[in-house]
Nanobody, 118 residues
Framework: QVQLEESGGGLVQPGGSLRLSCAAS????????LSWYRQAPGGQRELVAV???????NYADPVKGRFTISRDNAKNTVYLQMNSLKPEDTAVYYC????????????WGQGTQVTVSS
């Protein structure tokens, strides 16, 4: 069973930057899908970014050009670099690890709060 733990959230002013980290324990393959989601107060959880392998990434339109997802397979860690932060980026951010092939799994972290406010 893969367990995930996020870190790096906090309070930042508009225009600032944060880097989130998500460390995985257990067996992670370099081809497992690693992603970041977020959920704002009163809103639904939404996909922010996904990395399927090094070089294969996708981003939600609101964060394109501002956020960068990356992974370090040796450290079993996925990162989310967030630049030019806006108040509407305020949310709880969750990481997810997913494998479709056997042995399949779908694991979520507990979330880390990001607040963008002056």
């Amino acid at each position: 069973q893969v367990q995930l733990e996020e870190s790096g959230g906090g309070l930042v002013q508009p225009g600032g930057s944060l880097r989130l980290s998500c460390a995985a324990s257990g067996s992670i393959s370099s081809t497992d899908h690693l992603s970041w989601y977020r959920q704002a107060p009163g809103g639904q959880r939404e996909l922010v970014a996904v990395i399927k392998s090094v070089g294969s990434t996708n981003y939600a339109d609101p964060v394109k050009g501002r956020f960068t997802i990356s992974r370090d397979n040796a450290k079993n860690t996925v990162y989310l670099q967030m630049n030019s932060l806006k108040p509407e980026d305020t949310a709880v951010y969750y990481c997810r690890a997913l494998r479709y092939t056997i042995p399949a799994y779908d694991s979520w972290g507990q979330g880390t709060q990001v607040t963008v406010s002056s």
